[in-house]
Each structure stands twice: as structure tokens, then as C-alpha cells.
């Protein structure tokens, strides 16, 4: 069964870090791999992405306070998230060649 499965997402206060998690089954990552969000009542927004090569992309919205990491080996994708502020709240969602996760719920307190 070819499937995504985030997970790493919770509770925080703001200014605290989180590290989410995607593991792949049934397909390799290849090329890029994505991060995405969506908060209620907005579009789903790109966040971060990695092409296989390592190069690596960002919204303006997170740079410089996440990182966005792979192991092809592990199959497995990563988003640190440090510093975060109550906008970053959403739904994360990691996807890779047309499979998307589930998602994880991502709660930033003032």
C-alpha cells in the first residue's frame, strides 16, 4: 500500500519547536518532496521543499526558522520548526510523487 504518514505535530507555546515526521511506504522518494499547511478557513499553502539533490526551498513566512531535511535511505522526510508563532497553527500535510499524508495538527499558543 503506497502511503504517507505524517506525524510530530501538537501543542506548543509560541517560541517552542516541533519536528514533524513523514514516513513513506509502498514508494521512494524521488526528486522533490513537499511540506505543505492549511490553516481553517485558508488555501493550502507550500511551506518548505527538498529535491532529491538537497537543494532546499522556503516561504518567506519560515525562513530562517525551518529546516526541511530527507533520508532517502529512511524513506522519511522532516520539518524542524523553531521558533513558532501562533500563525504557523495548520494542518501539515507532506507529499511525494502525487501521494499526500493524512496530515498533523499543528497548535501554536500565545
Known amino acids: 500500500q503506497v502511503q504517507l504518514v505524517e506525524s510530530g505535530g501538537g501543542l506548543v507555546q509560541a517560541g517552542g519547536s516541533l519536528r514533524l515526521s513523514c514516513a513513506a511506504s509502498?514508494?521512494?522518494?524521488?526528486?522533490?518532496v513537499h511540506w505543505y499547511r492549511q490553516a481553517p478557513g485558508k488555501e493550502r499553502e507550500l511551506v518548505a521543499y527538498?529535491?532529491?539533490?538537497?537543494?532546499?526551498w522556503y516561504t518567506d513566512s519560515v525562513k530562517g526558522r525551518f529546516i526541511i531535511s530527507r533520508d532517502n535511505a529512511k524513506n522519511t522526510l522532516y520539518l524542524q520548526m523553531n521558533s513558532l508563532k501562533p500563525e504557523d497553527t495548520a494542518m501539515y500535510y507532506c507529499?511525494?510523487?502525487?501521494?499526500w499524508g493524512q496530515g498533523t495538527q499543528v497548535t501554536v499558543s500565545s
Open positions: 507529499t511525494a510523487s502525487g501521494v
Open positions: 509502498g514508494l521512494h522518494f524521488i526528486d522533490a
Open positions: 527538498i529535491r532529491d539533490g538537497g537543494s532546499t
